[in-house]
């Protein structure tokens, strides 16, 4: 069964570029033909998609991001990961990494990671 | 954006008692819904699917249903390891989650 983990910094400055790695355990990431996707959770609150890349490597965003947000694929270091640029305060959240086969619900959950965007 | 309206906010039971979550759409989802369940200090899990398909390993005491704009999950009978937060999650256009209700100990 996938494993997925989060690692990046845990604070990120205002205007900045956020950049969260998930490392990827069980096989190569290539062998899964899976949705690697990002969701974000606000302290207290409730859940938001972020986007997702396919095996194939098309990708897609939330428009409500769309214009800040990037993920790509690292087959070499088994990875995928998330830049976000120009964070405010309300980008600070816990940020979970997921994979699974279906494009649409979330299978495979990461622990998450406490992003906190602050100067 | 379709907005998911979960009720009730909070819902004090006891174990072993029956469940009922209700999860709202603004529009029609058909049966492209999901229900979560989240721990304090954990990630979701995936309960339910498709609204009313059950996730590999999900307990039989986990049921959804609904199509269209109104959709429930129940929960039969509350066990310990059941009071937590849960959120519904609709894909038919985009992706949106609810608001959640929590399951609390009366």
């Known amino acids: 069964q996938v494993q997925l983990q989060e690692s990046g910094p845990g604070l990120v400055k205002p205007s900045q570029t956020l950049s969260l790695t998930c490392t990827v355990s069980g096989d190569s990431i290539s062998r899964y033909t899976y949705y690697w996707s990002w969701i974000r959770q606000p302290a207290g609150k409730g859940l938001e998609w972020i986007g997702h890349i396919y095996s194939s490597g098309s990708a897609n965003y939330n428009p409500s991001l769309q214009s800040r947000v990037t993920i790509s694929v690292d087959t070499s270091q088994n990875q995928f990961s998330l830049k976000l640029s120009s964070v405010t305060a309300a980008d600070t959240a816990v940020y979970y990494c997921?994979?699974?086969?279906?494009?649409?619900?979330?299978?495979?959950w990461g622990q998450g990671t406490l992003v906190t965007v602050s100067s | 954006e379709i907005v998911l309206t979960q009720s009730p906010a909070t819902l004090s039971l006891s174990p072993g008692e029956r469940a009922s979550l209700s999860c709202r759409a603004s529009q029609s989802v058909g049966t492209s819904l999901a229900w979560y369940q989240q721990k304090p200090g954990q990630a979701p899990r995936l309960l339910i699917y498709d609204a009313s398909y059950r996730a590999t390993g999900i307990p039989a005491r986990f049921s959804g249903s609904g199509s269209g704009t109104d959709f429930t999950l129940t929960i039969s009978s509350l066990e310990p390891e059941d009071f937590a937060v849960y959120y519904c999650q609709q894909c038919s256009n985009l992706l949106t989650f609810g608001g959640g209700t929590k399951v609390e100990i009366k």
């Open positions: 997921i994979g699974g086969p279906n494009r649409y619900y979330f299978d495979y």
